[in-house]
């Protein structure tokens, strides 16, 4: 079963324009990672996050943490068609042993 | 740095038949991971070697196995092929083992079974 659940499903927004996308998760974790998948290739890393962390920024990217909701954002500043792709939230466990993916939100800027 | 290579990128097989997929993961990563992405299910974990011992393993049946070699690079098999086994197999390596940091990704290779 997935731990993380991602809101929206899919999200289309104009360039320039901000999208933000949502993570919740279940159990307690070590981290919580972004990654974005161009269609059908390789997922890519974009940021970690820690438990005791609650805010990080990357670029254009900036990501919240809040353990006690048990849910996540990523926010893309002034996007741009290149950043058209799906995004994932990934989950550590404090055990370790393996990374669990949300289902993605689906992002598409038009230019 | 070379990334994550992954062979074959597509492959085409019948129900009942074998495949064995190959990763050779970042130089000096020890840990490789295998992950099954279907539209139905998204991403789910099938298993972690790093050493050469297999550290976790997902929830698949025991037609899904792997091994790693002691160069780190890693093999998955599907014996006894079923259409549902249709997916794009990901591998992904890291420098520690428990999965628990940054993960590097191959590009996949896309299973079709007729």
């Known amino acids: 079963s997935q731990q993380g659940e991602e809101d929206p499903q899919a999200l289309s927004i104009q360039e320039g324009e901000n999208a933000t996308m949502n993570c919740s998760y279940k159990?307690?974790?070590?981290?919580l990672q972004w990654y974005r998948q161009n269609s059908g290739r390789g997922l890519v890393h974009l940021i970690l996050i820690r438990s005791n962390e609650r805010e990080k920024h990357s670029g254009r990217l900036r990501v919240t943490l809040d353990t006690s909701k048990k849910s996540s954002s990523l926010l893309i500043t002034a996007s741009r068609a290149a950043d058209t792709a799906s995004y994932f939230c990934a989950t550590a466990s404090e055990q370790g042993g393996k990374l669990i993916f949300g289902q993605g939100t689906e992002l598409s800027v038009k230019p | 740095k070379a990334g994550v290579t992954q062979t074959p990128r597509y492959l085409i097989k019948t129900r009942g038949q074998q495949v064995t997929l190959s990763c050779s993961p970042i130089?000096?990563?020890?840990?490789v991971s295998w992950y099954q992405q279907t539209p139905g299910q998204g991403l789910q974990f099938l298993f972690e070697?790093?050493?050469?011992?297999?550290?976790n393993k997902g929830n698949f049946p025991g037609r899904f196995s792997g091994r790693q070699f002691s160069n780190s690079r890693s093999e998955m098999n599907v014996s006894t092929l079923e259409l549902g086994d249709s997916a794009l197999y990901l591998c992904a390596s890291s420098q520690i083992a428990g999965v628990t940091g940054e993960l590097f990704f191959g590009e996949g290779s896309r299973l079709t079974v007729l």
């Open positions: 159990t307690s974790i070590n981290n």
């Open positions: 130089s000096g990563h020890r840990s």
């Open positions: 070697y790093f050493s050469e011992t297999q550290r």
